[in-house]
């Protein structure tokens, strides 16, 4: 299965499908299912007919075609919903990421701050969106979860702060993080965190290299944590926040 697409345009240039895993995936699962109709004898109409009797979920067969080429993803519920009905760990489908992962095998940086992880992968939960936590053998180590929110796949580094002084801490962010959305975590009290973004110009400007590691270092000013004098944004609503930014990367 071909995962490239004619682009419309000069020279009808041809390019390679956003989502291209994600239909590898889907179409391997339904080759291998046994009710799943082969690709040309209703494949996409059993699926389409399958999400609305089993789940109550409306989808047009384009729409279908679309998730099977790899030029759109399913989104929030219709994704839960995809993999249930062809049997699957949602993670996987969605990331190719096996559930099956033993905390105690991930990196010891991922290790030391997984459960700010953890915190952070539930309130994407909560909020609408879908996550899954790298496996060990993954290449992006200075991702901490994959998430899929307002139908695009984010890579997130989360960095949980470390106390300098009671009003001073220091993050340190992934050296690969120009490819991440870079969340630090501040815990304030049992069961209380603040969530701020890390811009990455401020790492790259104002973050001293540590080798394995980039140091950020805040500073509690009145009501706000700021990084040489700019204020970091506190994360308040997990998707409009996370969503926005990204948007402006």
Partial sequence: MMMTEERPGKG???Y?????????????VCEGHP?????????????RN??????????????????????????HNKLT?????????????????????DVKQRPARK?????????????????????????????NKDVDIYAIIDGRQRNI??????????????????????????IGVIVRGVGYIDMYLIPGPLIERLGTRRGAFIEVAAIHKGRNWTVGGYALQQIT?????????AAGM
């Fill in 50 to 75: 399958q999400l609305e009797l089993r789940f109550g979920i409306s989808v047009s067969r384009e729409t279908i075609r679309k998730w099977y080429s790899g030029v759109t993803i399913p989104r």
């Fill in 35 to 47: 009710l799943v109709p082969q690709f040309n004898q209703g494949r996409l109409t059993w699926i």
């Fill in 81 to 101: 919903a995809l993999a249930e009905l062809l049997g699957v760990d949602e993670g996987w489908l969605a990331f190719g990421i096996h559930p099956d992962i």
């Fill in 16 to 28: 390679e499908l956003p989502h291209k895993d994600f239909a590898r995936r889907f179409h391997d």
């Fill in 237 to 245: 609503d997990v998707k409009r926040d996370l969503s926005m930014y």
């Fill in 157 to 182: 580094a989360v960095c949980l702060a470390k106390e300098d002084a009671d009003d001073q801490v220091r993050f340190e962010v992934p050296n690969g993080y120009a490819r991440c959305i870079v």
């Fill in 12 to 14: 009808n240039k041809r």
């Fill in 111 to 139: 290790l030391a701050e997984s459960g700010a992880t953890n915190v952070v992968a539930g309130l994407i939960q909560l909020s609408g969106g879908h996550c899954a936590l790298p496996d060990p053998d993954d290449p």
